[in-house]
């Protein structure tokens, strides 16, 4: 089952405009980490941030984390047609017994920019 | 692209036949986990392999089962194919456990 759940799962928007994402997870974690996944291929890593941070950063990318909400937001800048993808949140607990190791995937987002 | 490698790139099977797929990972990376994505879905967890062990399982029934070799490539064996086994299997590699993963391009089985 996921764990983490994207709002909203689908996103359409214009060149240039902002694109907001948010992931929701249910347990604790280590780290949270962000992809992108063009048109059922593999997926790229874009950013990952750790329980004890707040915010990162990564060039048009920012990042939040609210640990007491358990949720994420991603924030894509000045969109571009390029950006057009599927978008997932992937949590990992850390030592967790048989779980050692494992990502957990939202259902993730699928975001539309319109050039 | 990351550096690692999947083959093959599309399979079709019959039910009840057996599959290997193959997967190289980054170089500098000794720790290979593998996903299941089914259509509109999210990856799910199969299993994860630090230095040729197995260190970590998804819900997966044991018909699914995988091997690390010394040079940190990989190989994930499906026995007994169901129709809903149908699906993108993704191959990811890390220096760590804890660390991003860097996906392969999948291999697309279908069983028919």
């Known amino acids: 089952s996921q764990q983490g759940e994207e709002d909203p799962q689908a996103l359409s928007i214009q060149e240039g405009e902002n694109a907001t994402m948010n992931c929701s997870y249910k347990?604790?974690?280590?780290?949270l980490q962000w992809y992108r996944q063009n048109s059922g291929r593999g997926l790229v890593h874009l950013i990952l941030?750790?329980?004890?941070?707040r915010e990162k950063h990564s060039g048009r990318l920012r990042v939040t984390l609210d640990t007491s909400k358990k949720s994420s937001s991603l924030l894509i800048t000045a969109s571009r047609a390029a950006d057009t993808a599927s978008y997932f949140c992937a949590t990992n607990r850390g030592y967790g017994g048989t779980s050692y190791g494992k990502l957990t995937f939202g259902q993730g987002t699928i975001l539309t920019v319109h050039p | 692209e990351t550096g690692v490698t999947q083959s093959p790139t599309h399979l079709i099977k019959t039910r009840g036949q057996q599959v290997t797929l193959r997967c190289s990972s980054q170089s500098g990376h000794n720790t290979v986990s593998w996903y299941q994505q089914a259509l509109g879905q999210g990856p799910q967890f199969i299993f994860q392999?630090?230095?040729?062990?197995?260190?970590g399982r998804g819900n997966f029934p044991p018909r699914f089962s995988g091997l690390q070799f010394p040079n940190y490539s990989s190989e994930l064996n499906v026995n007994a194919l169901e129709l809903d086994d149908s699906a993108l299997y993704l191959c990811a590699s890390s220096f760590w456990s804890f660390d991003e993963q860097y996906f392969g391009p999948g291999t697309r089985l279908t069983v028919t």
């Open positions: 392999y630090y230095r040729e062990e197995e260190n």
């Open positions: 347990t604790s974690i280590n780290n």
């Open positions: 941030i750790r329980s004890n941070e």
